[in-house]
Nanobody, 125 residues
Framework: QVQLVESGGGLVQPGGSLRLSCAAS????????MGWYRRAPGKQRELVAT?????????????VDSVKGRFTISAEHANARYTLYLQMDSLKDEDTAVYYC?????????????WGQGTQVTVSS
């Protein structure tokens, strides 16, 4: 199985920046879709951003409208051990939420869906 370990959350003032990381515990050679969800207090879970990965190619980044131009999703790997990132700039109060990373692996030994433990992001002055 694959464990996803998140880091990088915290408290930041409006207009500030944070970078979230999500590291996979196993080497994953298969195609995958990776992304970030968030859940704000009293609200439903929201898909924030996704990115596809095939070999050394990352492509098809997508964002929810509310974060376009402010958030950037990216991924890198060292010998197929992936780390997913979410760079969050110009943060707003409404970005406050618990952020979860996920991997959807489409084949191979680790086919399936995997989730991080969640990291709290609080935007407040």
């Amino acid at each position: 199985q694959v464990q996803l370990v998140e880091s990088g959350g915290g408290l930041v003032q409006p207009g500030g920046s944070l970078r979230l990381s999500c590291a996979a515990s196993q080497r994953i050679f298969s195609d995958k879709t990776m992304g970030w969800y968030r859940r704000a207090p009293g609200k439903q879970r929201e898909l924030v951003a996704t990115i596809n990965s095939r070999g050394n190619l990352n492509y098809a980044e997508k964002y929810v409208d509310s974060v376009k131009g402010r958030f950037t999703i990216s991924a890198e790997h060292a010998n197929a051990r992936y780390t997913l990132y979410l760079q969050m700039d110009s943060l707003k109060d409404e970005d406050t939420a618990v952020y979860y990373c996920y991997f959807n692996v489409t084949g191979g030994l680790y086919k399936g869906d995997y989730w991080g433990q969640g990291t709290q992001v609080t935007v407040s002055s």
